[in-house]
Structure formats: structure tokens, C-alpha cells
């Protein structure tokens, strides 16, 4: 079930809206729908397998498998 961000085209208001299958999507503010779908942040989470770069930049706490102490 995503949630999409859209911006409507009459009013201008953005929202956030549940949509399941093939749903019309409305405005909330002024009932429209003439929407824009808007790009959304990804939201994601690492496995755990980030390696830190070992060049002159890398900060002394940092290991193979953590690098928590400078980020």
C-alpha cells in the first residue's frame, strides 16, 4: 500500500495520500483532480555491508564495519 505526495494543480495544496490499486486520488482541500504526482524521498534501510573509504579523509574511529564515530 504506497503513499504518494501529490500537489494539486487548482489550489496548489500538497498532500499525502494511501492508494490502493486503482483509486482516484482528490484533493482534500478543494475536492480536485487535477493532481501531480510528486517525487518522493526514498526511504530505505543499508544492510549493514558500508565499507568507509580508506583514504587521507576518513576520520580515525572509523573501522571496516562501523563508522559512527565523524557521520
Known sequence: MPIYEYKCLKCDEQFEALVFGDDNVS???CKGD???RLMSACGFKSSGDFTPS?????CSGCT????STCH
Open 27 to 29: 484533493c482534500p482541500n
Open 64 to 67: 571496516s564495519t562501523n563508522c
Open 54 to 58: 580508506t583514504g587521507s579523509s576518513s
Open 34 to 36: 487535477k493532481l501531480e
